[in-house]
């Protein structure tokens, strides 16, 4: 039986993170995925990344967002994987007079508070995106953003785990859980002939969406829940998208909106076929394909594409840049996210079992978040010792038995 001091199960950006800080901190990661390593939410995103600066007071959306920014570039800059990174800056798109006055004031408390972000007239905005619609009322630029190739990105993460002598293991369905007498792990995955049981003193959960099915292995209800976001691309064309590309529109109607029912997280776009709001993001790849998405819908595990999702969030990106009505969609698919049903991330031990983690609960923003949520995790159990910007994450908050 295979033996190591940690076992992580989920090998989407968070848990090949993970596993890369614990190896390099000297310990023996055996890292479990059901899949392919970015076969799921962590290989599917658009690529986004970062933030809006540490701040004066930096909390932990700062850590993670920053922190991660500053991992993407190192895993680039200094360890010489080729993952597309760029910081290329965000360009928010205001469609009416009450966003605009919604951005304007947001913008006023967070520079007051020493985070980076400025109110641009359409006129600044075309003048470092030239496609960009010069009818809006502005946009808000947020130039410490930017964006990375998400496949390449995870799995070089992974393969940095490897390299520090992680134990990266694929096609690994994790079927059992059970606590042995001397508060280790014992994992079985299947299926018959390529699976096993693996030992370890320690567990980490990185299982993105099912976190939650994880869980009930362990008789414990982890309040994360799947939601629905779905993309579309364009064919290859010469480069015409600059930054990545959003919309205040979304986060102007959250904040007006109360929540749409029991067992919902925040900042959905649906409420059962019910449409709360249009959210928008996007960028053009390195290869030409100019792509975007949005939709936040809880279907389930459900990742077949919506059609009229698709139409209205490439009508929303066509009303910041108006050249993308003559380009016709070639490709759409979506991914199951990690929505923690209080809106928080879920990072640290789990109380209600003895050696029990977590790194979970990233919703929408995994991908440029998760490094960071894996280096803090890592180093927590590394030393025993919680990082204060830890707190607000405390899984003691929510997880439960399910008894």
């Known amino acids: 039986m295979p033996e190591a001091d940690i076992i992580i199960i989920g090998g989407g950006i968070a848990g090949a993170a993970t596993a890369m800080y614990l190896s390099r901190l000297g310990h023996g990661v055996t890292l479990l995925e059901r899949g392919e390593i970015a076969g799921e939410a962590s290989g599917v995103n658009a690529g986004g990344l970062g933030g809006i600066g540490w701040g004066a007071v930096p909390d932990l959306t700062s850590y993670l967002t920053m922190g991660s920014l500053e991992e993407f570039k190192s895993l680039q800059m200094d360890n010489g994987y080729d993952i597309e990174f760029r910081q290329s800056g965000t360009l928010q798109a205001i469609h009416t007079l009450e966003q605009y006055e919604y951005a304007r004031?947001?913008?006023?408390?967070l520079t007051s508070q020493g985070h980076s972000?400025?109110?641009?007239?359409?006129?600044?905005?075309?003048?470092?995106?030239?496609?960009?619609?010069?009818?809006?009322?502005?946009?808000?630029?947020?130039?410490?953003r930017g964006q990375a190739d998400p496949v390449k990105t995870t799995r070089a993460f992974a393969s940095a785990a490897a390299g520090a002598g992680a134990n990266v293991l694929t096609g690994q369905d994790v079927t059992a859980i059970v606590q042995t007498s001397d508060g280790g792990w014992q994992v079985r995955t299947s299926p018959p002939g390529t699976g096993g049981d693996f030992r370890s003193g320690a567990l980490v959960l990185a299982a993105g969406a099912w976190c939650r099915p994880v869980g009930e292995l362990l008789g414990i209800n982890i309040p994360i829940v799947p939601v629905r976001g779905q993309m579309w691309a364009t064919d290859s064309v010469p480069p015409r998208v600059f930054h990545t590309i959003g919309s205040v529109e979304s986060p102007y109607d959250w904040g007006r909106q109360s929540d749409p029912g029991p067992g919902a997280p925040p900042e959905l776009t649906h409420w059962g076929e019910v449409r709360l709001t249009r959210h928008l993001y996007g960028r053009q790849t390195k290869s030409g394909e100019i792509i975007f998405g949005g939709d936040r819908q809880m279907v389930d595990y459900n990742v077949t594409p919506d059609a009229t999702g698709i139409e209205v969030n490439r009508g929303h990106a066509s009303e910041v840049l108006p050249f993308l009505r003559d380009l016709p969609i070639a490709r759409t698919w979506a991914g199951t996210m990690p929505f923690p049903l209080d809106g928080e991330p879920i990072i640290g031990k789990i109380p209600l079992r003895d050696n029990?983690?977590?790194?979970?609960?990233?919703?929408?923003?995994?991908?440029?978040?998760?490094?960071?949520?894996?280096?803090?995790?890592?180093?927590?159990?590394?030393?025993?010792?919680?990082?204060?910007?830890?707190?607000?994450?405390?899984?003691?908050?929510?997880?439960s038995d399910t008894a």
Not at 105 to 109: T, V
């Open 105 to 109: 004031d947001r913008m006023l408390r």
């Open 356 to 399: 029990l983690y977590i790194v979970g609960g990233l919703a929408s923003s995994g991908f440029g978040r998760g490094p960071m949520a894996g280096k803090l995790l890592a180093e927590y159990i590394h030393s025993g010792h919680r990082p204060t910007v830890l707190n607000d994450a405390d899984p003691a908050r929510c997880v």
């Open 117 to 144: 972000l400025e109110l641009l007239t359409p006129r600044e905005a075309m003048s470092i995106e030239p496609g960009a619609n010069p009818q809006l009322p502005g946009y808000l630029y947020l130039p410490l």
